[in-house]
């Protein structure tokens, strides 16, 4: 299973990519083979803000429905409009052309809740034999 | 994999959507044996289950394979099953596997005064479904006989692949195909080999889920769904497998008080216009005002759109009726259609 580097994780399966006080959100590629051919992304209005451990949107799949959390408080910059028409990217690509959000980082700090890499693939292996 | 009714079954191999469409342009191949299988043999046995189901034995032919329910005495179902016709003595029954030994025990229990045995034969008896447009074509070099003259909700006993099958034209999907029975422990050889002989049609092992959205797009009902022991089969629009008009059956007098009555709701099929996935228990409203529930639903693979049977008071039940589903607090508009929601395949005389 993939798990980049350069990304932090939510127990929910969010990623969350960082660059200065932004970021980037999706879902993993363990949460998109959980969930199957998704349908729909709901997404937030932009400028709308988003709290840690919240939903900001929802993901539906053929089989179920699921709420998106937000890895950290702050605000949507920008959704990714295009999986109004391609949801199945989320599937496809779930840490490129599925991108769900970007955001504004309020507080750097509230990071020290997410998981670093390793510790997100352990959850992910103790979920799958659980 | 999920546990499902005391088995480990695949809810999809590839993903749900593609292994429906490959059932609708192709051809699939699902392990069903989890269904449960009930004969019935002995001089009373056409007796003895016309006492217990709704639809009427009476016009069956060897071969021949006949739906119907069984109801309780106040009405509700004990399950919906297929009857399979062997001889007028002998007959096998594919029930849920949810309720085999529900089913089992009802069937025993009803058969005081009647000469017949009951055997529960579903634990030494797999069942394979091929279904699919290319279903006939795939399986006939493995068939001992021409497969071309089975008609629709017929079938015979043959050999596939050189294992004794009972081969049924039958199905859950909308498409011609088939449904083989076979000795548990010859199934497997003769799913490898379906599988290997599969890849010229474009065949696919299918899972429950895609299962699920086939049946739905065809408004075919669900046990624990559509119908249940709280459910009459006349609300659930299975009034005609209930036969009135024959001397007797358990639940005739419920079901006839119910007939005049008129059942009070009654199941719909629902096709969204907006975004949205209807989902088991989801409220249906008009107009904002509780009219009904959700009993299945499902993203349509092959419409693109949501779709879902649901139980909606009788005076919103005509066709066209504009209703809206309860999705996250939002009402979702859709109409009223007539099931199936996509045409039928089933090979036709």
Known sequence: ?130 | MVPFAGWNMPIQYRGVIEEHLCVRERVGIFDVSHMGEIEIRGKDAALFLQSLITNDLEKMTDGSILYTLMCYEHGGVVDDLLVHRFSPDHYLLCVNASNQDKDYEWIQNHSGPFQAEVENTGPRTAQLAVQGPHAEILLQPMADSFLGDIQYYHFRKGKIHNVDALIARTGYTGEDGFELYLPAEEAESVFREIIKRGGPYGLQPIGLGARDTLRLEMGYSLYGHEIDENTSPLEAGLGWVVKLGKERFVGKEALAKQKAQGPARKIVGIKLWERGVPRSHYSVTQKGSPVGEVTSGTYSPSLNTGIGLCYVSREHSALGTRLEVRIRNQGIPGEVVKPPFVPSNVKKD
């Open chain 1, 1 to 130: 299973m993939e798990v980049p580097k350069d990304l932090l994780f939510t127990l929910e399966h969010e990623w969350l990519r960082v660059q200065g006080n932004k970021g980037v959100v999706g879902i993993t590629e363990f949460a998109q083979d959980q969930l199957g051919d998704i349908v729909f992304v709901e997404l937030p209005q932009v400028g709308s803000p988003i709290k840690q451990e919240n939903a900001f949107g929802v993901v539906e799949s053929v089989k179920t429905v699921s709420d998106l959390y937000a890895p950290v408080d702050g605000k949507v910059t920008a959704t990714n409009k295009d999986l109004e028409t391609n949801p199945d990217w989320v599937n496809s690509e779930p840490y490129g052309k599925g991108w769900i959000i970007e955001i504004e980082i309020d507080d750097p700090k509230k990071l020290d809740h997410l998981l670093a890499p390793g510790k997100y693939l352990e959850q992910c292996q103790k979920e799958q034999h659980g």
